[in-house]
T-cell receptor, first 116, second 114 residues
Framework: AQKITQTQPGMFVQEKEAVTLDCTYD???????LFWYKQPSSGEMIFLIY??????QNATEGRYSLNFQKARKSANLVISASQLGDSAMYFC?????????????FGKGTRLSVIA | ETGVTQTPRHLVMGMTNKKSLKCEQH?????MYWYKQSAKKPLELMFV???????ENNSVPSRFSPECPNSSHLFLHLHTLQPEDSALYLC?????????????FGSGTQLSVL
């Protein structure tokens, strides 16, 4: 079974609008972390935001926020005021437990295109 | 200078060649990783060197061989590859042992096997 599911292969958004990228996860662990990464065409994966399973508040980092719904096992990324430079692939990822050797598992990604 | 540097950026090799990918991190991290990114597939973790332990994905073929001489350098040695090994190979590093451990990635090596 997939640990991370991103159901939107591609998304379009108008510049300056907000967009939500979906992510659901599957784990039986109580302790886990959720991450979002951005991959522009240059190839580098850029860390955006982190949410711990015990964090009560939704994580925010500038224009990025994570809509964490634990009971639904969803961790959607919200990008506010989209910019042309936001066009990229976006990957949701999860680490189960807090051990240093537990690998990060990625979803298949969503390609976001921001149009002027 | 970026935190994680990968060379070369592009590599074309024949199936009988031997080549190596190099990764260097300047972040003081103690864990390094190789990921494979193929079209329309999730990132696949190949190898981890964390806290001086090597952890690997048992599904990775033996034609891929990692080497981590110290905490700052990581290599991926390639020999007798197949065309299906063509992909983007990403190196990453992290500070292992923290709950919110973030991976920092290099820009990748785009590998084409002919």
């Amino acid at each position: 079974a997939q640990k991370i599911t991103q159901t939107q292969p591609g998304m379009f958004v108008q510049e300056k609008e907000a967009v939500t990228l979906d992510c659901t996860y599957d784990t039986s662990d109580q302790s886990y972390g959720l991450f979002w990464y951005k991959q522009p065409s240059s190839g580098e994966m850029i860390f955006l935001i982190y949410q711990g399973s015990y964090d009560e508040q939704n994580a925010t980092e500038g224009r990025y926020s994570l809509n964490f719904q634990k009971a639904r096992k969803s961790a959607n990324l919200v990008i506010s005021a989209s910019q042309l430079g936001d066009s990229a692939m976006y990957f949701c990822a999860m680490r189960e437990g807090f051990s240093g050797n537990t690998p990060l598992v990625f979803g298949k990604g969503t390609r976001l295109s921001v149009i002027a | 200078e970026t935190g994680v540097t990968q060379t070369p950026r592009h590599l074309v090799m024949g199936m009988t060649n031997k080549k190596s990918l190099k990764c260097e991190q300047h972040l003081g991290h103690n864990a390094m990783y190789w990921y494979k990114q193929s079209a329309k597939k999730p990132l696949e973790l190949m190898f981890v060197y964390s806290l001086e332990e090597r952890v690997e994905n048992n599904s990775v073929p033996s034609r891929f061989s990692p080497e981590c001489p110290n905490s700052s350098h990581l290599f991926l040695h390639l020999h007798t590859l197949q065309p299906e090994d063509s992909a983007l190979y990403l190196c990453a590093s992290s500070l292992a042992g923290t709950g919110d451990e973030k991976l920092f990635f290099g820009s990748g090596t785009q590998l084409s096997v002919l």
